[in-house]
């Protein structure tokens, strides 16, 4: 089951940033969960690929979510790798894995 829902952006290549051909479902870039932890995760596209330059609805299942819980927020960016180049982004819009949920402030904001 994935860990989350996201809208998923692959940035067109240029100057070394970004992907030359499209991604399908099953991609499996590193993910930058945190400032200091990069994963894994396998991608399913609603769309089934994604074209350099688009955005779109997908999921993300993660291989180690266990490492890093309280983690991610409704709303979070999360940098797409190949490895030390930046691919793309996913914005965190819904999250299926409580354990990765970062717990709230009382002010409704992620501490």
Known sequence: MADIEALITILSFKENIGRQRPAYSGYRPAHLVQPDY???GEHQYES?????GETVKGTITFITPEV???SLWIGKIIKLQEGSRLIGY????????????????GSGNPL
Request: net charge negative.
């Open 90 to 105: 996913a914005e965190v819009t819904n999250i299926f894995n409580e354990l990765l949920r970062k717990k709230e402030s």
């Open 48 to 52: 089934g690929i994604v074209e350099p």
């Open 68 to 70: 890093y819980p309280n």
């Open 38 to 40: 990069l994963t894994t």
